[in-house]
C-alpha cells in the first residue's frame, strides 16, 4: 500500500527552465509534507517543506504547492541549475505519528 | 562531527551472519529514526527513540531486527541472521525537535549487502 507516490521515476529540463516534481498522496490524515533532495553516496537532505494549513510555501528558487482536496503537490524549481540534479524524495506525516512516509523519488536531471 | 555520522559505510554479510550498525546522531538531538532504502525505493521507517526511550519500533521488518540507544546518544541497529532480502541501505537520522519530523537530518548510511 503505497501512500505516497511520485509517478515519475526521471525527470530532465534545461538549465533556467522550470522543473516541476509532483506527488500524490492518499491518506488523509497526513497534515505535513516535506521534499527531500539526495545526491548519490549521501543521505536525504531537508529541501522545503508545507502545512496542510497552507497551499503555498516558497523558499528561494523553491516553491511547494499543496492541493488537499487533489491529494497532491508538486515542488517548482525556477531557475533550474545543473547542480540541482539528484533524487527528490516527497515526504508526509501525521500529527498522531512519529514517522515520514516516502514516495519512491524523482531522478532530476538538469542538463547544462 | 558537525552532522549524523553511520559506520561501517559498507558491510557485506554471509546469509546467516549478525550485523550490527552503528549511528551517531548530531550533539544535543533527541530524536534518532532508522530506515531502510531498498535499491530504486524510498526510505521506509524501521524506529523511532526520543532520547534512550524507543517510542515506535512498528516498522521493524522481524523479530530478527533489534535497535537501542542506551544513553540517549549513538544508536545501534542490530540484524540477526541476515537474509538476502536485508541487502539495503539503513539510514539513520537525528532531530533537535521532539514534536514533529521536520528537518530531520540523515547520515550517508550503511550499505548491507547480504550473499
Known amino acids: 500500500d503505497q501512500q505516497v507516490k511520485q509517478n515519475s521515476p526521471s525527470l530532465s529540463v534545461q538549465e533556467g527552465r522550470i522543473s516541476i516534481l509532483n506527488c500524490d498522496y492518499t491518506?488523509?490524515?497526513?497534515?505535513?509534507f516535506l521534499w527531500y533532495k539526495k545526491y548519490p553516496a549521501e543521505g536525504p537532505t531537508f529541501l522545503i517543506s508545507i502545512s496542510s494549513i497552507k497551499d503555498k510555501n516558497e523558499d528561494g528558487r523553491f516553491t511547494v504547492f499543496l492541493n488537499k482536496s487533489a491529494k497532491h503537490l508538486s515542488l517548482h524549481i525556477v531557475p533550474s541549475q545543473p547542480g540541482d540534479s539528484a533524487v527528490y524524495f516527497c515526504?508526509?506525516?501525521?500529527?498522531?505519528?512519529?514517522?515520514?512516509?516516502f514516495g519512491e523519488g524523482t531522478q532530476l536531471t538538469v542538463n547544462p | 562531527g558537525a552532522g549524523v555520522s553511520q559506520s561501517p559505510r559498507y558491510k557485506v554479510a554471509k546469509r546467516g551472519q549478525d550485523v550490527a550498525l552503528r549511528c551517531d546522531p548530531i550533539?544535543?538531538?533527541?530524536?534518532l529514526f532508522w530506515y531502510q532504502q531498498a535499491l530504486g525505493q524510498g526510505p521506509e521507517f524501521l524506529t523511532y527513540f526520543q532520547n534512550e526511550a524507543q517510542l515506535d519500533k512498528s516498522g521493524l521488518p522481524s523479530d530478527r531486527f533489534f535497535a537501542e540507544r542506551p544513553e540517549g546518544s549513538v544508536s545501534t541497529l542490530k540484524i540477526q541472521r541476515t537474509q538476502q532480502e536485508d541487502s539495503a541501505v539503513y539510514l539513520c537520522a537525528s532531530s533537535s525537535s521532539q514534536i514533529t519530523n521536520e528537518k530531520l537530518f540523515f547520515g550517508s548510511g550503511t550499505q548491507l549487502s547480504v550473499l
Open positions: 515526504a508526509a506525516s501525521s500529527a498522531s505519528g512519529s514517522r515520514l512516509t
Open positions: 550533539s544535543g538531538h533527541v530524536s
Open positions: 491518506n488523509s490524515m497526513f497534515d505535513y
